[in-house]
């Protein structure tokens, strides 16, 4: 049986406590044992390690996709991690644990009586932590605001995540963080697109030819990057190939109807997924947990598991072309352009980004507007300082977007849910994928060049069918939402009566939860989903907690 492509790892560096590893171990989702211990540090696994060596040099970790990946051809963390492994380094007297390139897998730490301990999930180190941990009230500013966190924060103030290639070591009981070279920072966008999609086609072509043998299930959208993993695929000739769509619980039918024109112009089966409403609250639930609740999204993708479990094999996801092909001014309005890697660029696409949270997401309008103002200047200074060590790079922008969104938000949606069960590749994130995209200037992209270039090489079928991207005008029905349903917005409105936010909501909220008629507005529904985020994740972890006010968290 093939391992699921989210790793249950954990370890220690430094004078650790045994028993404290044990106890994290048991905590996550499939118990790993150790591949490698020594007095200094000790890293167990759910899988056999993946082993390089180069002299005196040698490492063991795991890999964040699901292909083979020859460890013998690595000679260096750096190899390591631009081949999407993550795991412990071991040189001379010397530990470490590194990330990938990517960074897609996540990797906490806390520091405690003398020892850095990591896991692959916090619930693991919060759980056996010895003792009670405090509320990271800018972390939730961050989560309320914008939907996921930034930096390397989470939740609780003494733990934290390491970023894309990034080093964790331990010196005398303090842990210490470096990244030395983030390989995906050193790519010069000098290419026009005629110079450069080539090669962008190419390696795309490659990557999707390293997925595994076996059943092959692409979650197909009515958008691009999903079309462009079922096309090529498709011209493959890879067997076992199926195509499944899930309903967003958007109202309409829309994302069924062009999908199943993809598949059906591809030849590959196609089965559409709709939950129930009985389930809403359950799927929301399970999907905050698996996110250690720290994405705020509506469950709506979660319906996909069962069916994904049954049909098993590799699932195949298209996450990241949209954000290498920088095709349109959603996320990267012209600003963003800056060869000269400023704080404009950055100052545009906060911009973006907030206005898509504001526009879709609603953001934090569940708060009165001083408590939303303080919220959002805490989100757009901790956004500036992520941004920083990227100041002077051409690509400062599009780097950001990827270390903040990408990673710590939509990313994690198929990679700790789905991957959590099965394998789960998102090719676009191979290493040649990326330095062939990031090779091409963002101005030259602008526009869908990128996406019309991939298209003409693989499959032009692709770029005349309809897509529901912005601005596109396709046939659609209406269709109910389960998250309007009674047993939904009564779910929401019990668990924001009462928790530590109540008393900050604003007094409409919860009366719109409690309207008649079956017409309750979408706006409160999307609004009410960040604080009960909150609130699950305070009545889980609330005698784990100190203090937890959030009027002097948040210096209201």
Known sequence: MEHPTCVSACGALG????????????????????????????LLLDRPAIEWRAGRRRGLGWCEQPWAVDGSGLRSWNDAAAAA?????????????????????????????????FASSVDALVSTAAQRLTVDWDCWAA????????????????????GPATLL????????????????????????????????????????????????????????DSRICLSVLARQGRNGLRAMTVHPDDGLDREARVAAQVAATLGAPHEVVAGTPEEWWPDLELLARRLDYQFVRSPWRVPLLEPLRRLGGT????????TLAA????????????????????????????????????GPVGFPAHTARALWASARGQFMAASEPLRGNPQRALLTFTQTRGARGVGQTAYAVFGAEMPLATPFLDSEVVRSALSI???????????RAVFNAIDPRM???????????????????????PPVTSALHASLADGPLTPLLSPGLLASLAGSGGKRPRRGINASIGPVYFHLWHERYRDRLGDCDPVGGWGL
């Open 15 to 42: 004078k650790y406590d045994h028993a404290r590893v044990e106890a994290i171990a048991g905590r996550l989702m499939r118990r790993p044992t150790p591949v490698h211990s020594d007095a200094r540090s000790i």
């Open 169 to 224: 070591r331990e010196r005398r009981g303090v842990a210490r963080t470096s990244t030395e070279r983030w390989a995906w920072a050193e790519h010069e966008p000098r290419l026009d697109l005629e110079r450069g999609a080539p090669a962008v086609a190419e390696s795309i072509d490659r990557a999707f030819a390293r997925l595994p043998d076996g059943p092959l299930v692409c979650t197909l959208s009515g958008g691009l």
């Open 327 to 362: 095709a349109g001014d959603r996320f990267f309005p012209l600003e963003t352009d800056d060869p000269r890697g400023g704080d404009a660029a950055v100052r545009g696409l906060w911009r973006a980004l907030r206005n898509r949270q504001v526009q879709v997401h609603r």
């Open 85 to 117: 492994l993550a795991g412990l380094g071991i040189s001379g007297r010397d530990r470490f644990l590194h990330t990938s390139d990517a960074n897609l897998a996540s990797v906490y730490w806390h520091a405690e009586k003398g020892a850095v301990y």
């Open 463 to 485: 770029a005349a069918l309809p897509n529901v991207g912005r601005g596109a005008k396709t046939q659609a029905a209406a269709v109910p939402r389960r998250g309007d349903s």
């Open 143 to 162: 989560i309320l605001a914008l939907g996921y966190p930034l930096g390397d924060r989470t939740p609780f103030a003494e733990i934290r995540r390491l």
């Open 441 to 451: 200037s963002l101005a030259s992209k602008r526009g869908g060049g990128l996406y």
């Open 315 to 322: 699932v195949v996801d298209g996450f990241a072309f949209d």
